[in-house]
C-alpha cells in the first residue's frame, strides 16, 4: 500500500498550489480521502475530506472558500487545490485514506508560505 503526495513547495502568500495524492495497493474507490496538516510546533489537523465517491466534502472552518477536495478514482489519486495561501497555510500535508477497516496514511509534502 502506498500513498504518495506531491505538489508542495514555496509559495508567496494569496498564491496557489495543487496538491496530489497518488494511492496504489488498495481498491481506491471503496476508501474515503482525507487531507491533514501539520505546522510546526502544532498538532496534525483535519484539512478537508472526500467520500468513496466524491460526492461529499468536508472543511476545515480556515479552509472553507480556499480549498478544493476533489478525486479522480481512474486514476486513483486524490486532490488539494489550495488558493489564497497565507503565511498559516504553512505545514506538512498528509494524505489519508480510510475504509475496509484500514487507515492509510503518506509520507507528507511540505507547503511553505513565504514572502
Known amino acids: 500500500v502506498q500513498l504518495v503526495e506531491s505538489g508542495g513547495g514555496l509559495v508567496q502568500p494569496g498564491g496557489s498550489l495543487r496538491l496530489s495524492c497518488a494511492a496504489s495497493?488498495?481498491?481506491?474507490?471503496?476508501?474515503?480521502m482525507r487531507w491533514y496538516r501539520q505546522a510546526p510546533g502544532k498538532e496534525r489537523e483535519l484539512v478537508a475530506a472526500?467520500?468513496?465517491?466524491?460526492?461529499?466534502?468536508t472543511y476545515a472552518d480556515s479552509m472553507k472558500g480556499r480549498f478544493t477536495i476533489s478525486r479522480d478514482n481512474a486514476k486513483n489519486t486524490v486532490y488539494l487545490q489550495m488558493n489564497s495561501l497565507k503565511h498559516e497555510d504553512t505545514g506538512v500535508y498528509y494524505c489519508?485514506?480510510?475504509?475496509?477497516?484500514?487507515?492509510?496514511w503518506g509520507q507528507g509534502t511540505q507547503v511553505t508560505v513565504s514572502s
Open positions: 489519508y485514506a480510510r475504509g475496509d477497516g484500514y487507515v492509510y
Open positions: 495497493g488498495f481498491t481506491f474507490s471503496r476508501y474515503g
Open positions: 472526500i467520500s468513496s465517491v466524491g460526492d461529499k466534502t
